[in-house]
């Protein structure tokens, strides 16, 4: 990323789910937002995801059933386009850009996102990072289109 030791505040967890109910990831994002005052927030997938895999599949997958089961939604929003992808690998990497995407998605509903894009014009990225090549790529995910398309229903300020 091209940045000093301690110039990135990370929070990591299975399939980089940003789950509204999970206390754990709320409390990372209004900490850094609020009180760090960070100006871009990054959502990085990276293709070959386990956690997203593991969604993929037909099976039980225990205390990982509900975890899993927002990947699974993600698949349920974009059923159409993934089931058009006829191979596999590919559709599983369409999956965990998507993935960021809905991720990216249900970071900007929150009012800490809301009100820090607002007063200082804080972004929001959605990256994967490419395991193979070791590159990370901008999905240039058109976030004010989408903000634009939820806010009635998501405004919070």
Not at 59 to 84: C, Q, S
Request: proline letters at 2%; a positive charge; hydrophobic letters at 45%.
């Amino acid at each position: 990323m091209g940045v000093q030791p301690g110039e990135v505040f990370v929070h990591r967890n299975i399939a980089n789910l940003v789950n509204n109910v999970d206390l754990n990831v709320m409390s990372v994002i209004n900490y850094a937002v609020r009180h760090l005052k960070v100006n871009h927030v990054v959502i990085c997938g990276h293709y070959y995801c386990g956690g997203v895999k593991a969604a993929m599949q037909s099976a039980d997958m225990g205390i990982l059933n509900p975890w899993l089961r927002n990947i699974r939604d993600v698949y349920r929003l974009h059923k159409n386009e993934l089931n058009a992808i006829a191979n596999e690998n590919e559709r599983y990497n369409r999956l965990i850009e998507l993935n960021v995407q809905e991720q990216c998605i249900n970071l900007i509903k929150t009012a800490a996102i809301q009100q820090a894009h607002k007063e200082r014009g804080l972004l929001v990225h959605g990256w994967v990072f490419d395991v193979h090549s070791g590159k990370l790529i901008d999905l240039k995910i058109d976030f004010p289109k989408i903000l634009s398309s939820i806010m009635e229903i998501y405004k919070l300020e």
